[in-house]
């Protein structure tokens, strides 16, 4: 079952907050965070395991809430180069392969 | 610092036509994967592969499709008989083992079917 992203899209000026969303309708076993630029391969950001963790990646942290099924990606201060499509990818198993989101694109204004 | 590199980025091709993606994953790793991402959508898992063979694959990955790793090092994906909505971007990505681990994707190939 697909997780469902959201929002679809933000724009922000340099220097604002966003929360990027990714819910399950069920239980998850891992939560895995990435961003593509346009016209390259996503690229990692972290990975977030059931057990309620949160997790910081220099000014991007993220949480992950079992109950709710959700996590949320938090971008503070936002700079230029955080501009791009965030995906999250879910799995229920760790024997079982990611499905992705449909993904969230952020655009960054100077 | 390993990476997953592609051949080709970019392959114009008859619809109809035969297509091989090449693939060299990052050398300790165990585990590969095809992905396909059509122009502005989501990345669409394919096929998984470990242990050379296939572990898992989707809906997608049907009969014209077919995944080899004919040397140890090489990942190919072949689509026999390439149909238009075959276009899209296929990126080929591999990690060492687990799923806590960070997948590592390659840098694509396009495939315009024509």
């Known amino acids: 079952q697909q997780p469902v992203q959201s929002p679809q899209a933000v724009i922000l000026r340099e220097g604002e907050d966003a929360v990027i969303n990714c819910s399950s309708s069920k239980a998850l076993y891992s939560v895995h965070w990435y961003r593509q630029k346009h016209g390259e391969a996503p690229v990692f950001l972290m990975i977030l395991l059931k057990g309620g963790e949160q997790k910081g990646h220099e000014k991007i942290s993220a949480s992950f809430n079992e109950k709710k099924q959700q996590s949320s990606l938090y971008l503070t201060a936002s700079q230029l180069s955080y501009s791009g499509t965030y995906f999250c990818?879910?799995?229920?198993?760790?024997?079982?392969?990611?499905?992705w989101g449909a993904g969230t694109k952020l655009i960054i204004k100077p | 610092e390993p990476e997953v590199t592609q051949t080709p980025s970019h392959q114009v091709t008859q619809m109809g036509q035969e297509v091989i993606l090449r693939c060299v994953p990052i050398s300790n790793h165990l585990y590969f994967y095809w992905y396909r991402q059509i122009l502005g959508q989501k990345v669409e898992f394919l096929v998984s592969f470990y242990n050379n063979e296939i572990s898992e694959k989707s809906e997608i990955f049907d009969d014209q499709f077919s995944v080899e790793r004919p040397d140890g090092s090489n990942f190919t994906l072949k689509i026999r008989s390439t149909k238009l909505e075959d276009s899209a971007m296929y990126f080929c990505a591999s990690r060492v083992a687990g799923w806590t681990g960070e997948l590592f994707f390659g840098e694509g190939s396009r495939l315009t079917v024509l």
């Open positions: 990818g879910t799995n229920m198993d760790s024997n079982y392969q990611l499905i």
